[in-house]
């Protein structure tokens, strides 16, 4: 009987650290002065600083200090060209995973387009594209937001949407 409890004892200190990491890696969305903390006011993208429309904001923790934020800006000041495929800002202090692509650190420009994701350099140079999914059976839509998945989060605009996840 020593002998189960110890081997139980080995286990469960190596098991418990690897449980523990990867829990701290599922997705955790912000609300309340949690989000309202990490957004900022404005976003700079291809040479102007744009208000956020802060009822247009996600964000979701990873662990106890990563975070994605994104949120949509007003874009009246911008050109058409750019107003047709910018919606917003996307920030990552970390490296993550979205749609299976992996994205580096940094701060983004984004726009959904018809089946698409697109993220920008603060250039506006195109750098990735990954494909969005329909959700059909979401009640409200709502321009931008996020909700838990089983695999990180889902950032939806509308009914399309991502699935974002640690690295």
Known sequence: MTRLRIALLIMSAILLPLVSAFAQEAGVVLSGKDLTRVVPNSFYYVG?????????????????????????????????????????????????AIGGSELGTGAYGFGFSEDKLNLFDVGG???LSVSSTKDSAL???RPLMMTKAADGVRLYSGRSYVVIAAK
């Open 48 to 96: 102007q600083s744009a208000p956020t429309q802060l009822r247009n904001t996600a964000a979701a923790r990873f662990g106890t200090n990563r975070f994605v934020i994104v949120g949509m800006v007003d874009t009246s000041g911008y050109s058409t060209d750019i107003q047709a495929k910018y919606q917003g800002f996307f920030i990552t202090d970390s490296p993550i």
């Open 139 to 141: 009640k409200r839509p």
């Open 125 to 127: 140079k195109p750098l």
